[in-house]
């Protein structure tokens, strides 16, 4: 059994050459909060995980962050510590279930959902510190249209849009979609339908989102699954831990195995330079506006 401790990782040695193979970077967002955003990016973490991938999962609701929380974490250093330049970025990661690794953010800290262009620069920026490999990169993003939600979408080769068959949830994942895809580029979208009673709830709610954005917007929206509402998920969650790995043959726990296996074995995998965690660094740095020859 998974007992929560924060191992704390090494800084790597920065002579090290750039990792050699390519990383998928999936920012997890919402339209609003509380529709599950968060438990679907641990899960699927964890998901990823047991089918031997390298994992990284980065808390990015920089205002109220909880995966920590979700899995029973307690890390002695969060971004604040980043932030604030008293530990790097590779002192305040933590472990998780099944080898994960967490970037925890700090939870209740108004200053750190308040970040100028300069200090979010700055914190991506230290991501240039880590030389591990990894596979998949992660992103829980804060729910809605914050400046932290349009910068990592764009730097992502994917954003996962989580939704749920209730009238605020579709609405605000179309302002989302519309603001990211007609003022930021952002023209393709996973749609994830979290908490509905069967795959054929889910292809339904997908379609209500579909036929709104056919008709107004010019994106690409692709129904890449469904999340089913199951009490073994809130069990887990009760009892702080993922549900992939509290409760394995619960429908939940079969529905992030079939995410995960669809992600590795269908979703484009980064070509060329673009698929190196150096580029995403780099474009997250070009969207908070730092001029480029600070970034170097």
Known sequence: MFMPESVHYPLGDKRQPAQS??????????GKGGVGKTNVTVNLALAL????????????DLGLANVDVILGLRPLYNLSHVISQERTLAEVIVSGPNGI????????????????????????GAFSELNDSLDVLLIDSCAGIAESVVTFSRASHEV????????????????LIKLLSQEHGVDRFQILANRVASA??????????????????????????????????RKAVRAQRAVVEA???????????RLSAQIISRWPVPRGASGYLQFFIERLIDATGRPRELAA
């Open 160 to 175: 996962m849009v989580v939704v749920c068959d209730e009238p605020a949830s579709i609405t605000d994942a179309y302002a």
């Open 247 to 257: 409760f394995p043959n619960s429908r939940s726990a079969e529905a992030f195995h």
């Open 21 to 30: 193979r390519p990383v998928r970077v999936i920012c997890v967002t919402s």
């Open 101 to 124: 690794r967490i970037v925890p953010a700090s939870s209740g800290i108004k200053r750190m959902a308040e970040l100028t262009p300069q200090e979010n620069a700055g914190l991506v």
């Open 49 to 60: 995980s047991l089918q031997n991938q390298n994992v990284m999962l980065l808390d990015a």
């Open 200 to 233: 054929q709830e889910g292809r339904e709610l997908f379609a209500k989102l579909l036929r709104v954005s056919d008709r107004f917007l010019d994106v690409a929206l692709n129904f890449c699954g469904f999340i089913p509402e199951d009490p073994q998920l």
